[in-house]
Structure formats: structure tokens, C-alpha cells
């Protein structure tokens, strides 16, 4: 949750929201939303993920990253 607010009020981030799944409450998932796919590379790059990483090392058993674009 800690990273919600500041990946908000980052450049270019047009949404970012964490949810639960209501049958596994040990399974997160995260639905960001970025102006365009430079500034989400830089968002990966940033120091609160490169802390988030470092301090759930062992704790995430699974991480499946899936890009995705939005047609309007």
C-alpha cells in the first residue's frame, strides 16, 4: 500500500491501483496505467520499487508482469 501514493504522484502516471483477491487475500495485484511506456521503464527504475523489491525478497512467490495496450 505504501506504494500507491508515491507511484501516484509520479510523472506520467495516470493510474495506480493495488486489489486483493477476495478468495486468496495473499494474492495482490497491481493495475498501473502510465501516459506512455518511457515513463513507465522510468517508474521501474524508481528507488521506492527498488526498495519495495529489496524488502519483499522471499515474501512474493510468483510475479507475472503482463503490458498491455488500451484502445480507445
Known amino acids: 500500500m505504501a506504494l500507491v501514493p508515491i507511484t501516484r504522484a509520479e510523472e506520467g502516471c495516470l493510474g495506480y491501483t493495488l486489489h486483493q483477491n477476495n478468495d486468496n487475500p495473499a494474492h495482490f495485484t497491481f493495475h498501473e496505467n502510465w501516459a506512455s511506456r ?4 522510468q517508474h521501474m527504475q524508481a528507488p521506492h520499487l527498488e526498495e519495495y ?14 503490458e498491455m495496450t488500451a484502445f480507445d
Open 38 to 41: 518511457e515513463l513507465w521503464l
Open 53 to 66: 523489491v529489496a524488502a519483499t525478497e522471499g515474501a512474493v512467490s510468483e510475479f507475472t508482469l503482463h
